[in-house]
């Protein structure tokens, strides 16, 4: 089976401080990405990877930076976290064929 | 642009009962695929049914079937004989470009004993 995991299920920040959130996957996938999911606006991207040190935006980037230096791993940067940066971060990869796997969650609280 | 829509936010069903989710979209592809994933609490997401535009056949995995009216742009997901395990959220979603996924806002499903 596919596994994708994400480093943390939960953490707590302080605002201003840099938070790393990392994603490994085992199956070679090409594709990864880093979604945003917030209730009532379901899941928004923000980066996704498409090779190594290959990268491009989402529908929400700022705030954000990402970071593919090998294939399997593909992690989420906040450089100076902010309240509003506060929620579940989700992981994803695929082969290309449209289906998604994707990590547990990183739930993130900034205070 | 792609657009998704899950009017639904939340779902009730008693055990052993059927219950539809509903997802309508927009899309300027002529070949496209829909899918319905499935998030249980503190559990990771996943596919439950892929849809393949260019089919008129309804797809159908166990327990899961889907209505695909592509005229109307519809695409809802029927959960037969529900059990408590199908408590979760459900996300419609589409693909946009090579790479992007749209995502519905979710319709959250609760399962009653």
């Known amino acids: 089976d596919v596994k994708v995991t994400q480093s943390s299920r939960y953490l707590v920040k302080r605002t201003g401080e840099k938070v790393f959130l990392e994603c490994v996957q085992d199956?070679?996938?090409?594709?990864m990405f880093w979604y945003r999911q917030d209730p009532g606006l379901g899941l928004r991207l923000i980066y996704f990877s498409y090779d190594v040190k290959m990268k491009e935006k989402g529908d929400i980037p700022e705030g954000y930076s990402v970071s593919r230096e090998k294939k399997e791993r593909f992690s989420l940067i906040l450089e100076s976290a902010s309240t509003n940066q506060t929620s579940m971060y989700l992981c994803?990869?695929?082969?290309?064929?449209?289906?998604?796997?994707f990590g547990e969650g990183s739930r993130l609280t900034v205070l | 642009a792609q657009t998704v829509t899950q009017s639904q936010p939340e779902m009730s069903v008693q055990e052993a009962e059927t219950v539809t989710l509903s997802c309508t979209y927009d899309?300027?592809?002529?070949?496209?695929?829909l899918f319905w994933y499935k998030q249980p609490p503190s559990r990771q997401m996943i596919l439950v049914i892929r849809q393949e535009a260019y089919k008129q056949q309804n797809a159908t995995e166990n327990r899961f079937s889907v209505n695909f009216q592509k005229a109307a742009k519809s695409f809802s997901l029927k959960i037969s004989d529900s059990q408590l395990g199908d408590a979760a959220m459900y996300f419609c979603?589409?693909?946009?470009?090579?790479?992007?996924?749209?995502f519905g806002t979710g319709t959250r499903l609760k399962v009653l004993a």
């Open positions: 199956m070679d996938h090409e594709n």
């Open positions: 979603a589409i693909p946009s470009g090579t790479y992007k996924y749209i």
């Open positions: 994803a990869s695929s082969p290309g064929s449209y289906k998604l796997f």
């Open positions: 899309t300027s592809e002529s070949d496209y695929y």
